[in-house]
């Protein structure tokens, strides 16, 4: 176990509609990083977060949102879904943000898998 | 940005034989270099990482080896066991990026 915490486990939805991920960091991490895994892309590094601020983006859609919140948990918000989006989205933390250092073991949920229908 | 290649996609082995995974990246600034075990339903799991200071990094049964010249590094499993099978990708990373990842190696080991 992990000590990641990423719910709901499956969410199931139409095109066009919106939907929120959550992901609950090990204790004691500041950072929190969310990457979606697809077949054909593998796994594809979305948006970091350190301590309530953004620190790192990668191949997020303007489509797609993101916040830490002051607990340190986060939220990933997906909208106007399409059919394309449907991935398993995997939420990972860190003690240390990762920087110019290079370091830092992330450590991951078991993910939330999303079916866009 | 950074680029990863891993091969190969898919690795068969017998049990009890050694197991070699290798990528190569394209940034030569990247600084960092995990390697990660994902089983089926699960996330991944960090197995081993090394740092680009250091050439060769051992832990019981698994083993990474860096060439910074060359771009690559590698994943090496001795002793192969039944549970050593997953999907194992190799990630890179340059000061505050985002990790890059493979695109996975399956590993079958097999009885």
């Known amino acids: 176990d992990s000590g990641v915490t990423q719910t709901p486990k499956h969410l199931i939805t139409a095109t066009g509609q919106r939907v929120t991920l959550r992901c609950s960091p090990r204790s004691g991490d500041l950072s929190v990083y969310w990457y979606q895994q697809s077949l054909d892309q593998g796994l594809q590094f979305l948006i970091q977060y350190y301590n309530g601020e953004e620190r790192a983006k990668g191949n997020i859609l303007e489509r797609f949102s993101a916040q830490q919140f002051p607990d340190l948990h986060s939220e990933l918000n997906l909208s106007s879904l399409e059919l394309g989006d449907s991935a398993l989205y995997f939420c990972?933390?860190?003690?240390?943000?990762?920087?110019?250092?290079?370091?830092?073991?992330?450590?991951f949920g078991n993910g939330t898998r999303l079916t866009v229908t | 940005g950074e680029n990863v290649e891993q091969h190969p996609s898919t690795l068969s082995v017998q049990e009890g034989d050694s197991a070699v995974i290798k990528c190569t990246y394209s940034d030569s600034a990247s600084n960092y270099f995990p390697w990660y075990k994902q089983e089926l339903g699960k996330g991944p799991q960090l197995i081993i990482d090394?740092?680009?200071?250091?050439g060769e990094k051992k832990d019981q049964r698994i083993a990474v080896t860096l060439n910074k010249t060359a771009k690559h590094f590698s994943l090496h499993i001795t002793e192969t066991q039944p549970e050593d099978s997953a999907v194992y990708f190799c990630?890179?990373?340059?000061?505050?990026?985002?990790?890059?990842f493979g695109k996975g190696t399956h590993l079958i080991i097999q009885p």
């Open positions: 990630a890179a990373k340059r000061g505050a990026d985002g990790l890059t």
């Open positions: 990972a933390s860190s003690v240390n943000s990762g920087g110019a250092g290079g370091g830092g073991a992330l450590h």
């Open positions: 090394i740092r680009s200071n250091v």
